[in-house]
């Protein structure tokens, strides 16, 4: 059996972005590149996976991912989201971003689209996060305009613990009182909820069909040098033992 019928369909390195298959470059510009290692988040997207179980139970689990560091093949049978899939102003603003937005958490707007995604990911995983959880959903995010107030009282919004905006300062108590001034001002509102779209998590993109059918063994992924004279095989490990049974193989290899 020669070599190119040992290669299976996995050759081929498969995924989809905002819903469709991508078969070229696909020219979306809302991601920004920051400081392309890492540190900014203004490159956020979310990566998801169909992850079978034997209950008969299928499911796919979410990731926001910084993707200055995101490997090519480790994209194979994974549907890449990006900030124009989740809504626009042309067709219609997700909630996620409506919030940001009419909370006043973008200035300059450069870290918004990675803000935007760690939250919908996040969103994605739990419909009903607490505030706990939406501030650890930001630690790799970035922002130097706002001072993270306005961008954290908007999002506070889909928490289990709603608030009028007047007691997401750090000058406030838990009635909303303002400390340290005897005159006691009040705190003056950033939003109106009422304006709020509501947020319907049943309605969001359902994962690609075809990546469902595909994903039975992910692991092993093979492509061509550059020369087109062998193949290379990149390997995507599904849990960490499988990481370790594959650096066994490759020192036995050598």
């Given at each position: 059996?020669t070599d190119?019928q040992n290669r299976?369909?996995?050759d081929?390195?498969i995924?989809f ?7 070229r470059?696909?020219?979306?510009t809302?991601?920004?590149?920051g400081c ?6 203004a490159?956020t997207?979310?990566l998801?996976r169909y992850q ?9 689990q979410h990731?926001?991912?910084n993707?200055?560091l995101?490997?090519?093949c480790?994209l ?5 989201t990006?900030v124009?899939g989740i809504?626009s102003?042309?067709?219609k603003?997700?909630p996620v971003?409506?919030r940001?937005a009419k909370s006043?958490?973008?200035q300059?707007?450069?870290?918004t689209?990675?803000i935007v995604?760690?939250m919908?990911?996040l ?7 607490s505030?706990?959880?939406?501030e ?7 922002c ?6 306005p961008?954290?009282?908007?999002y506070?919004?889909f928490?289990?613990v709603?608030t009028?905006?007047k ?8 009635n ?10 009040e ?6 909820t009422?304006?709020f ?5 049943t309605?969001e993109v359902i994962?690609?069909p ?7 063994n992910?692991?092993e992924?093979h ?7 062998k ?5 995507k490990?599904?849990h960490h ?12 290899k050598i």
């Open positions: 059996m190119s299976t369909s996995s081929e390195l995924f972005v905002n819903g469709k298959k991508v078969r470059v696909v020219g979306l809302g991601t920004k590149l392309a290692e890492g540190g900014c988040g490159c997207v979310m998801s079978p179980f034997h209950t008969n139970k299928l499911i796919s990731y926001a991912v993707a200055c995101a490997p090519l480790s194979h049978l994974v549907a890449v990006t124009e809504g102003v042309a067709r603003l997700h971003q409506e940001i006043h958490g973008s300059c707007g450069f870290c689209p990675g995604m760690s919908y990911a969103l994605r995983n739990n419909p009903t996060p505030m706990a959880d939406v650890e959903a930001f630690q790799g995010n970035l130097r305009c706002t001072g993270y107030r961008i954290l009282e908007g506070k919004t928490t289990m709603r009028d905006g007691n997401g300062c750090c000058m406030a108590n838990g909303g009182d303002f400390q340290g001034s005897k005159d006691k001002p705190a003056t509102s950033l939003y109106n009422a304006d779209e509501p947020y319907d998590p309605q994962f690609p075809e990546l469902m059918v595909r994903n039975t992910p692991q992924i492509s061509k040098t550059l020369n087109q004279a193949y290379l095989v990149a390997y490990p599904d033992l499988h990481t370790v049974e594959h650096k066994l193989l490759c020192q036995s």
